[in-house]
């Protein structure tokens, strides 16, 4: 056997990829070996494993690339994107995503404004500080990290943001537009998937998309997007749930099966079509006493029984987190440009 490249993701994924809090579970550790096609994605050769790795972590870096010309011409005009980032409480997975996306401004020389308050403050003082936040002129992205402590409502938060600011797409303005199919800020993650598609060279027209998942931060919007009468769309979806019947039915039809549920390794072999485009959302922390911190990350696909069969699959991680970091930073951008 022989191969180019050897691919191992990192753990230590950024990004709000799965709406659920990890759980245990899980299988050993994969080590791949792939040559790269294309610099896009890598082929994964062990043993009978032949499925395609959608290489999330290059593409988020292509689209980072191709927004340096635009940052630079806002500048030029005068205006440097601002994001400002709300963080309540402590929460460690909150945090680690929070700095992640400083990172990701820091890069593009965007303006990054973290406000981290106690958990304790009260739900009118948040919005109060989402009120000067629409007001404040250096800032063109608003983004409240969730999850919020359960005393304070996150949907009133949420619709206090100003839909020309609110680059996460959660409030029911944006969402109404996305349905619409009117140009709107969709939610990082979804149009992250979209372009790993695109871009991988597996267009959604013409295919059957299956969803495992109905959040609103992934599932839901992820099918508006998909189902576009545009050429970026035109996929026909179905979205499966906890209270579907004989999920595996629904699994095995799928052209596109979309994994975004919190749940690790759930999406075995017996559930995919042979050939069919996998992308895994979920990103799980399990127990793993050899690992340095303990534990290390999974996706909610069983990822080596399943590249056996898939025709292309994202890694966790470097797949889906990487991009849903680009696709924010890309919103941001969009609301200077528009706020222009």
Do not use: W
Not at 174 to 186: E, V
Not at 238 to 250: A, P
Request: net charge neutral; with cysteine.
């Amino acid at each position: 056997m022989t191969a180019k490249d050897v691919y191992r993701g990192e753990q230590g994924e950024g990004g709000r990829a799965s709406p659920e809090e990890p759980r245990g579970g899980g299988t050993k550790p994969h080590y791949g070996v792939g040559s790269v096609k294309n610099n896009k994605y890598a082929y994964l050769i062990l043993g009978s494993m032949t499925a395609e790795i959608i290489d999330g972590k290059q593409i988020s870096q292509q689209i980072m690339e191709e927004l340096v010309p635009r940052v630079k011409e806002l500048s030029e005009s005068g205006i440097v994107p601002g994001l400002a980032t709300v963080l309540v409480g402590d929460d460690p997975a909150s945090k680690f995503y929070v700095k992640s996306k400083k990172r990701a401004c820091e890069k593009l020389a965007i303006n990054s404004f973290t406000h981290e308050k106690d958990a304790i403050i009260t739900q009118n003082e948040l919005i109060s500080l989402v009120a000067e936040l629409n007001a404040d002129p250096r800032v063109h992205g608003i983004l409240v990290q969730l999850p919020l402590p359960d005393h304070i409502d996150e949907n009133s938060v949420i619709e206090a943001i100003s839909p020309a600011k609110d680059v996460d797409g959660f409030t029911a303005i944006n969402t109404g537009k996305l349905l619409a199919g009117r140009d709107c800020f969709a939610p990082a993650t979804p149009l992250g998937i979209l372009e790993l598609l695109i871009r991988s060279g597996n267009r959604p027209e013409g295919k059957h998309a299956v969803i495992v998942g109905r959040s609103n931060i992934v599932g839901k919007p992820l099918a508006a997007l998909l189902m576009q009468k545009n050429e970026r769309g035109n996929a026909t979806v179905t979205i499966c749930h906890s209270r579907t019947l004989d999920i595996v039915k629904h699994t095995l039809s799928a052209d596109i099966l979309v994994a975004a549920i919190g749940r690790p390794n759930f999406i075995t072999a017996s559930m995919v079509k042979e050939g069919a485009v996998v992308i895994d959302v979920g990103i799980n922390r399990v127990d793993d006493q050899e690992a340095r911190r303990g534990y290390r990350l999974v996706g909610d696909v069983d990822f080596e029984a399943v590249s056996e069969k898939a025709g292309a699959i994202t890694p966790v991680p470097g797949g889906v987190g990487p991009m849903t970091i680009a696709m924010l930073i890309s919103n941001v951008v969009k609301a200077a440009t528009i706020l222009k």
